[in-house]
């Protein structure tokens, strides 16, 4: 037997990665699968009128805002629509250079409120509190600028309710999500975190901050990412959640338990990735302390949230979000492997570590090793196939599932016309976009090396799937087939950090 080349030993290396991926990939579709035919068995009692049981926890929503003048009345009149028997919505100004803070303190009558708070995270100077006349549970809080991090612990250290529910930049939560986010932490009282689906609202229609139509967008780039939150949420997530292995929330929708979060330091301000740090940071410390605990996914509540349409502001958001990754898991490098680490420490971060942290490299560099290779005559055409088969084949069949899982489970997209676009999409999107995603996955783990100076930029909206803002007399509840609403955007500053989806 003639001994193996330098090329071939590279190429069985590369060939070997890609199906290790796919492989753990299928694993966490195959529990999400087994989670979704659980949840279908007991889905007619969702179909029955839902009904307070008196034991919800009340819960504090946390709104960072930052130069949002123009959306920010409409998206709290419909926030204060949210169905639930007990909330509050806890506004942080975070030193904006606009009128939102003007405009809160007219829409809503506004009014100094001297109210002393306990401080028991460490945040940047708060400059003044502020109270509706109209709305009691609506509070507002102006702050000298420190970033969205920084803003989420002031709005901890206000809180009133032993839940927070932070909430991410321009996003449309259904009108039931709280209801149903909170259940994990009714069922067990170890739980510490509990996340939804975050959608995407591209195409979708909202009247008046409620959802009246789901429809997919017209920009390709858009369609793109509606298949990859698919595959992302509902067999990556609820995959690992299954095995209690999840470690990461979106930052787009999180509800937590605010003395557990308070007792690791609440969000680290020195990051882009303060959602994914969070969680990895809780399961880090809880685990050294043997505190009992548990963090959950749930795809039923939704959370709705616009994309890029643009390579731009696409690229950035990518480039940002594996910065943030690389960040929360060097930050907490001893959860791997601890001899308390259990499925997160000797399974979830690994699998991170390896496919997603260091992955971008490995893809990027087998795509390219092999392509070289077999132009040069350097390899033979089976094994260049063979390569395609488990880098763009296996792929092809991860995203096709992960639309499957929704139209089994789901159906959130009827028309047969959505679901061929959606079944198409699914195919093309692994010939060029994704290998696009991993060069770009690459400069973000590149400028997390360096410690290459990153902002975030500007993030360009369409705004075209929200039609109007909520008026102060309108009558949501009038109106019919009304679910979601829209909360705050949030733009951070350039000097400010950020969170990923």
């Known amino acids: 037997m003639p001994a193996l080349s330098v090329i071939d030993i590279a190429n069985l290396f590369f060939l070997g990665y890609f199906v290790l991926l796919n492989s753990a990939y299928l694993g966490l579709n195959l529990l999400a699968l087994v989670a979704l035919r659980r949840r279908n068995q007991e889905i007619i009692l969702d179909q029955l009128p839902q009904v307070f049981s008196g034991h919800e926890l009340p819960i504090s929503i946390l709104v960072p805002a930052y130069n949002e ?37 007219e829409q809503f009558a506004l009014e100094p409120f001297p109210e002393a708070y306990y401080a028991q995270i460490r945040t940047s100077e708060v400059r003044s509190v502020w109270r509706s006349k109209r709305h009691p549970q609506l509070k507002v809080i102006d702050k000298v600028n420190g970033g969205k991090a920084d803003a989420l612990n002031v709005g901890i250290n206000a809180a009133r309710y032993p839940l927070f529910c932070g909430i991410d930049a321009d996003s449309v939560l259904e009108r039931d999500s709280l209801q149903r986010v909170v259940q994990p932490f009714l069922r067990d009282a170890r739980v510490v975190a509990t996340g939804g689906t975050v ?31 698919l595959r992302a949420f509902l067999f990556g997530r609820l995959g690992w959640s299954v095995i209690s292995g999840m470690l990461i929330i979106s930052g787009a929708f999180g509800l937590f338990r605010k003395e557990t979060v308070v007792s690791v330091g609440g969000y680290r301000r020195n990051t882009i990735g303060e959602d994914m740090e969070l969680i990895v940071r809780l399961h880090r410390e809880l685990r050294a302390r043997r505190t ?16 890029p349409e643009d390579l731009g502001t696409l690229r950035n958001q990518r480039i940002r979000w594996q910065r943030g990754l690389s960040e929360s898991l060097a930050a907490n490098w001893r959860l791997m492997f601890s001899p308390r680490g259990g499925v997160p420490g000797w399974v979830a971060f690994p699998f991170m570590a390896a496919f997603e942290w260091l992955g971008p490299l490995l893809e990027v560099a087998g795509y390219l090793f092999v392509l070289a290779a077999w132009l040069m005559g350097g390899i033979s055409w089976t094994a260049f196939a063979s390569f395609l088969f488990v880098a763009v084949g296996l792929g092809i069949m991860l995203s096709v599932s992960g639309l499957m899982l929704e139209e089994m489970s789901f159906h959130m997209y009827p028309g047969p016309g959505q679901l061929v676009k959606l079944l198409g999409v699914a195919v093309l999107e692994n010939f060029g976009y994704r290998q696009l995603n991993s060069w770009w996955r690459l400069v973000g783990l590149v400028r997390w090396a360096f410690n290459t100076r990153s902002s975030w930029g500007t993030m360009k909206r369409s705004g075209a799937w929200q039609q109007s803002a909520l008026q102060p007399n309108s009558r949501p509840d009038s109106r019919p087939n009304l679910q979601p609403n829209p909360l705050p955007a949030y733009q951070a500053a350039t000097e400010s950090n950020g969170s990923s989806t």
């Open 199 to 229: 959608r995407v609202a591209n195409g979708c229609t909202i009247e008046g901050g409620y959802l009246t139509r789901v429809g997919l967008p017209a920009n390709l780039l858009a369609l793109f990412q509606v298949v990859e939150y």
């Open 69 to 105: 003048e123009g959306t920010i009345s409409g998206s709290i009149r419909s926030l204060l629509q949210l169905s639930y028997p007990e909330y509050e919505v806890v506004v942080i100004n975070d030193g904006s250079k606009d009128a939102t803070l003007d405009v809160l303190i």
């Open 292 to 307: 009992p605990y548990r963090i959950e996914f749930l795809p039923d509540p939704v959370c709705w949230t616009e994309s």
